[in-house]
Nanobody, 128 residues
């Protein structure tokens, strides 16, 4: 089973930036449907940014204008550029793709209920 590994997290002050990367344990992360999710303590896992097979990105309202999702076709990796970070961005960040059960729709919505293994996340901590 393919597992995705997120990396690049860390601790920054509010207003700072971080760049996350995601790679598959067996190489490709799948470029059909990919996304970043996060889960803060005591909260449900939420979608942060989704990139569908057509290259259309959809963002959660809370990160619009601050986060950018992108893919590297040559390296088969997924990235999340996070700027103007806020304390409320503190969470464990995970990546997902069609290979791990993420499903994208043409209207920008997605399904994550089929994902059973979220792989290795990366912690992002933003201090005020």
């Amino acid at each position: 089973q393919v597992q995705l590994v997120a990396s690049g997290g860390g601790s920054v002050q509010a207003g700072g930036s971080l760049s996350l990367s995601c790679a598959g344990s067996r190489g490709s992360v799948s470029l059909v449907c990919m996304g970043w999710f996060r889960q803060a303590p005591g909260k449900e896992r939420e979608g942060v940014a989704i990139l569908d097979g057509a290259g259309t990105a959809t963002y959660a309202d809370t990160v619009k204008g601050r986060f950018t999702i992108s893919k590297d076709n040559a390296r088969n990796t997924l990235h999340l550029e996070m700027n103007s970070l806020k304390p409320e961005d503190t969470a464990m960040y995970y990546c997902a793709s069609a290979l791990t059960g993420l499903r994208c729709s043409s209207d920008g919505t997605y399904r994550k209920d089929l994902i059973t293994d979220w792989g290795q996340g990366t912690q992002v901590t933003v201090s005020s």
